[in-house]
């Protein structure tokens, strides 16, 4: 009986010794790799698997207001501020809408976003556009507001649902301290 024999096309070209120069290495097709083989069942199991668990996740809850931390790197001032969605706040000179927030439900990793409009506004001088975008509370350097006096990152998407630090207990919330 004669093996069956295949081409490799991701091996280099590998003349053997007792062949013409510039043939092929062909191998031999392993014989569980056939419809109905162990290595398609384990295959066809592996996919089922990885859709499941990349399956999509569930719907952000969309939030009332949005928790932010203000950095005066001048004065070394922190600020923490609440915004409801779609309400302006001044923090020093900048400007920041909120425009939307969202975070995710209680089955999943927490994780809070909010879309933001900063502005800078000195006097005498045309609003200038700082910053248009998502910004994450778990990574708040991912997208982050590039200026040489503040910085201003999310800590949480506030919404109806308490935030939890596990099975019914509730996370403390800092105060909110209104900006000078």
């Known amino acids: ?8 096309p991701s091996a280099p070209a590998m003349p053997h010794s007792h062949a013409k120069a510039g043939h092929m290495r062909l191998a031999p097709i392993p014989r569980n790799v056939g419809p109905g ?14 859709a499941l668990a990349f399956a999509a ?3 952000a809850i969309p ?7 203000g950095l005066d790197k001048v004065t070394a001032r922190t600020v923490t501020i609440e915004v409801a969605v779609g309400q302006t706040v001044t923090f020093g000179t900048l400007e920041i809408v909120v425009r ?28 200038t556009d700082l910053f248009h975008g998502w910004m994450f509370a778990s ?11 503040y910085d201003v990152w999310v800590l949480e998407c506030l919404s109806d649902l308490p935030a939890t630090d596990g099975p019914g207990m509730p996370v403390p919330r800092p105060k909110p301290i209104a900006p000078n």
């Open 37 to 50: 083989s162990p290595v398609r069942r384990l295959g066809a199991m592996l996919g089922v698997v990885l």
């Open 139 to 149: 990574s708040p350097a991912l997208n982050a507001l590039e200026h040489p006096v």
């Open 100 to 127: 939307a927030c969202d975070r995710t439900p209680p089955t999943e990793p927490p994780e809070s976003t909010a879309f933001l409009d900063i502005y800078e506004i000195r006097p005498g001088e045309p609003r």
């Open 57 to 59: 996740p569930a719907a």
């Open 63 to 69: 939030g009332k207001a949005v928790l932010l931390q």
């Open 1 to 8: 009986m004669t093996a069956r024999r295949r081409h490799i």
